[in-house]
């Protein structure tokens, strides 16, 4: 089976209590085969930079423009990996994740895109037995009768695919980002949203926010993506 070069980037704001979790993972759970991972600090004001410097071989760098989809883009641009692999600071790449991507691209030619749903670690097990149920039954079946569907700390994308895209779109602010990325890399191969390729994550947007006005923001700008081909414009608050 070919082996494809993965470039891991990590857009990062203020995450001093999470990058290092994350990149640990990334290392040790890939088997320290990731052609190369990336830190974009986006304008951090606390040790996000100094922690992820402390790890070898691991790059960072500065994007003067805050914005996770600046970092994003920054980060695409300064890699050079056959396929691009976005996670967010939060994430806990787990065992099996990298072989996963590996035979998913090698086994599919024209796959642009692969994604999978986050499972939640930092909530009780119902909720995460809850979360899986909706991810399984709801989000997976909606993504194949739509054709794509993403998530963005979950995301690879073939380097190629994106070339074609001109990039991300910086003018998306937070929401819709992933399923704006999802509808228009859809244009160029196959985008699959995989039930078994899961990320765990943490749930502090959906605990600060509540579950359920999170969950119809999210199915909002998705329909917006759908049917206007634009995310619902709304502002967004960071938590930490």
Not at 88 to 107: C, M, R, T, V
Not at 192 to 218: C, D, E, H, L
């Amino acid at each position: 089976m070919k082996e494809f070069t993965i470039s891991l980037i990590i857009p990062a704001y203020n995450e001093e209590k999470r990058i290092g979790a994350c990149i640990e993972s990334a290392i040790k759970n890939s088997g320290n085969r990731f052609h190369e991972i990336i830190v974009v600090d986006s304008c951090s004001t606390d040790r996000t930079k100094e922690i992820a410097s402390s790890f070898a071989h691991v790059k960072v760098f500065e994007e003067k423009v805050k914005g996770v989809m600046y970092a994003r883009q920054r980060g695409f641009f300064i890699s050079s990996g056959d396929i691009i692999a976005f996670v967010d600071a939060d994430n806990l790449i787990p065992p099996g994740w990298y072989d996963i991507a590996q035979k998913e691209f090698a086994s599919n030619p024209d796959l642009a895109l692969l994604s999978g749903p986050y499972s939640y670690y930092d909530v009780a097990v119902w909720r995460q037995k809850l979360a899986s149920l909706w991810w399984k039954y709801i989000a997976c079946p909606t993504s194949q009768l739509v054709g794509y569907m993403a998530i963005f700390g979950n995301l690879l994308i073939r380097r190629g695919v994106l070339e074609k895209m001109k990039g991300l779109d910086t003018s998306i602010e937070f929401y819709g980002d992933d399923s704006d990325t999802s509808r228009r890399a859809s244009k160029f191969g196959k985008v699959k949203f995989s039930s078994k390729f899961v990320m765990p994550s943490s749930a502090r947007r959906f605990i600060n926010q509540g579950w359920i006005n999170t969950s119809f923001v999210y199915f909002l700008n998705f329909a917006s993506e759908v049917i206007l081909r634009r995310p619902f414009p709304r502002k967004y608050k960071d938590f930490r």
